[in-house]
């Protein structure tokens, strides 16, 4: 029987032959499977590898470069394209010598440069001894920091490469890689559909991790296959000669399960060696999807098929783009026997995944990337799919290319944010307290910037102080719909109770100018006024008030009219508490219309001053009133976040008022200038309040600027003074200035 899978032969000892016989070989591999293609860049690789690993030794004492080489040899036997090959070849160099990727670059092109580069970047990623959900986003990692599959490939042949050599390293190194293989590399592969390699890597990682449990699987096999070789060998002629007399074309290989894959099922199972009796199998490849079929049919007409163990991954591939059809029959004496059946190319598909995929034309690149691509999509949706949908689906939008930056804390736990993330994303990301009192991050152990944009694999730590609180200018640097919600909900909470403890200010205030004694008030009073505006409680009666939705001459009326008369003239309003005065409200009052409210305070804001024809909106602020902004100042979208507060503003028909402005210009600094443009403003009729010219003498270009605040009555007439004054020769610039 053909033994297809070396299963139980022992780890392969490293090659004794010479590095140029090593070399020969690998150009006699690829030249075989790309007869057309250039491999001169192959042994110029090679060379330059030779030159800057020369002196290095491997763990086992041999020369670096048979590691490399190797690895080339195994992208060779996978029928790699070139570039995959001198990446094998270049793959530790970066790394591990003086080389940069800027000299790759040079020597070997773009392409390879990006390649190696992507294997290097891979290599620094430290994998933590993950538990099982760590594991996956390390995998998921991988994956969305590769732009190009054959680096993941190149990866996967080094990982191959070292575990075939592990033996020489020392216990404790062994374990870590091992496992480090069957948690990140093994599945990756899978993934990828590259069943050989991962058959290999799981049962050498299993061999180093569990060598009880290997030897005595391993031994099982052996010993089942001495037992059953002649079973097996006349059930393989029997349907051999079957499908001949159907008249359908096959080879059929006996099958011998794997050692780690065996395990598994013993432990799946729950069941005990002696009970599983299909350690070997049968393998029927064929010409076409009709002779899969067709050899089905002639299988279960000689045996009877075991109930519920056909599987057609023909009509329904797995999501690796695995195909076969699979039964199990009652076979001779009563033995159960598995068969699987696939035509060559589906066969091929199972054994070597994406890299199968791989026939590199050139001219035909741009399709077959796009295939390429296409699959790992979907296999990353896939892999998605097995996680608790709810858990990712508001953060996760896996992309090959990277749109997500994985990130670890101190202890090694990954945390995965939407690329662009900032430190304050990170912090909400670990736990919503560490976020509210975050004071900085630290990255590889350096203080940043909290707008920092996150980067794959940095490991981030927060500091924090117990007692602080987020900031409103966080909302512009958060990334994760989490961290703004969290934001907001403090800054609410904290803005409420503050606008509480100032409506409940205004109110006695008001109460006062009155003479009402707010205390002989009944509360049930004021929690009708409360309900007349349709709130349930007296607090959110005061929070409003704080808000300025609602001034408190109008809350006091209703709730003692019989003291406050309804037409008296607003008394004023209370001073302002805050940075904001040195604005005019009584004016603007009369300038702004506010929709559907009477009586409220309301401001320009100072940070964009808006004039008579900007575009306006109304922000209610805490106890300030309304706060009327343009509507392109960049405070208002930050403001805005909390749509409820947006109130709709415009200005009103008849005022006359006019507006301070502050206006720069630029000139050249020549005589006569100055005179000039003040004749302008006296021709628009405008008042200057106040004037400054300055002479740049550091600039050495002559240059002079005059700064002003005139008054205008509205955006027009500033437009208007603006384009007089530019066209004066000499001026280089005007510029209205918002602060
Ligand atoms: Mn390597």
Redesign the pocket.
């Known amino acids: 029987m053909r033994d297809i899978s070396p299963v139980v032969s022992p780890p392969p000892v490293p090659d004794p032959v010479s590095l140029d016989t090593q070399l020969e070989k690998l150009l006699a591999t690829v030249a075989e499977a790309r007869p057309k293609d250039d491999l001169s860049p192959i042994g110029k690789a090679y060379q330059y590898a030779a030159q800057y690993h020369s002196g290095q030794l491997r763990a086992s004492g041999e020369p670096y470069l048979m590691?490399?080489l190797a690895?080339a040899q195994i992208l060779a036997d996978m029928r790699m394209d070139v570039v995959s090959i001198v990446t094998g070849l270049l793959?530790?160099i970066v790394e591990d010598t003086t080389v940069t990727t800027a000299d790759v670059q040079k020597n070997f092109g773009p392409e390879v440069a990006s390649c190696v580069d992507g294997v290097t970047k891979l290599?620094k990623i430290d994998f933590f001894s993950a538990e099982d959900r760590q594991a996956e986003s390390y995998r998921k990692m991988l994956l969305a920091m590769v732009n190009d599959i054959r680096v993941i490939i190149v990866k996967l042949a080094?990982r191959l490469?070292?575990m075939r050599t592990l033996s020489v390293l020392s216990p404790e190194r062994r374990e870590r890689i091992s496992r480090e293989t069957l948690e990140i590399y093994s599945p990756i592969a899978h993934r990828l559909g590259m069943g050989k390699v991962r058959g290999e890597l799981e049962d050498l990682a299993f061999r180093y991790l569990d060598p009880d449990a290997f030897a005595e699987i391993s031994h099982a096999i052996d010993n089942q296959r001495a037992a059953n070789e002649a079973y097996l060998e006349r059930m393989r002629r029997t349907v051999e000669d079957e499908l001949r007399r159907e008249g359908i074309p096959a080879r059929v290989d006996g099958r011998v399960k794997r050692a780690f894959s065996v395990y598994q099922k013993l432990k799946r199972q729950k069941i005990s060696l002696e009970q599983v009796y299909d350690l070997f199998a049968l393998r029927i490849i064929t010409d076409s999807v009709k002779n899969c079929y067709g050899a089905l049919g002639v299988i279960h007409n000689e045996w009877r098929p075991v109930p519920g163990r056909i599987k057609d991954f023909i009509a329904i591939p797995r999501p690796n783009l695995y195909q076969s059809l699979h039964t199990s029959v009652v076979g001779p004496e009563g033995k159960h026997c598995e068969i699987q059946i696939r035509t060559e190319e589906m066969h091929r598909i199972a054994e070597e995944g994406i890299a199968a995929h791989w026939k590199y034309k050139e001219g035909k690149r741009g399709a077959q990337d796009d295939q390429r691509v296409a699959w790992l999509r979907q296999l990353v949706e896939w892999q998605q799919e097995m996680r608790d949908p709810g858990e990712f689906s508001s953060t996760l939008k896996l992309d090959l290319y990277p749109e997500e930056v994985y990130c670890f804390t101190p202890k090694g736990r990954v945390i995965v944010l939407p690329s662009g993330a900032s430190p304050i994303d990170f912090a909400y990301a670990v736990h919503s307290e560490v976020g509210n009192t975050c004071t900085g991050a630290k990255v590889n152990g350096r203080i940043v910037p909290l707008r920092y944009a996150l980067r794959n694999g940095e490991i981030v730590d927060i500091l924090t102080q117990s007692g602080h609180l987020p900031s409103k200018d966080w909302l512009g640097l958060v990334k994760t719909s989490r961290a703004r919600n969290k934001i907001k909900h403090v800054i609410n909470a904290n803005e409420r109770e503050r606008a509480i403890e100032i409506g409940q200010k205004f109110l006695e205030k008001e109460a006062r100018r009155h003479g009402v004694q707010l205390a002989r008030i009944q509360r049930n009073e004021l929690e009708r006024v409360a309900a007349e505006y349709g709130m349930s409680k007296i607090e959110d009666l005061y929070a409003s008030l704080g808000y300025g939705k609602f001034s408190a001459r109008q809350v006091l009326q209703k709730a003692a009219p019989e003291q406050v008369a309804e037409d008296t003239p607003p008394p004023a309003p209370p001073p302002p508490a805050d940075h904001s005065s040195g604005v005019q409200r009584r004016d603007d009052d009369s300038v702004i219309k506010v929709h559907g409210i009477d009586d409220v305070m309301v401001y320009r804001a100072k940070c964009c001053n808006p004039i008579r024809g900007d575009a306006i909106v109304g922000y209610v602020t805490r106890g300030k009133g309304i706060a009327v902004h343009s509507r392109t100042c960049n405070n208002v979208q930050n403001l805005m976040y909390d749509s409820e507060r947006r109130i709709e503003v415009e200005w009103a028909r008849n005022a006359s008022d006019t507006f301070p402005v502050r206006i720069v210009v630029q000139t050249d600094d020549r005589p006569g200038l100055l005179h000039q443009l003040t004749t302008v403003l006296a021709s628009e009729s405008t008042n200057v309040r106040s004037l400054e010219a300055r002479t740049d003498f550091h600039s050495g270009n002559d240059a002079a600027s005059v700064e002003m605040t005139v008054d205008v009555r509205d955006k027009k007439q500033l437009e208007k003074l603006c384009a007089a004054m530019r066209r004066i020769s000499g001026v280089r610039d005007v510029e209205r200035i918002n602060q």
């Open positions: 590691h490399p690895v793959h530790d290599s080094d490469h070292n």
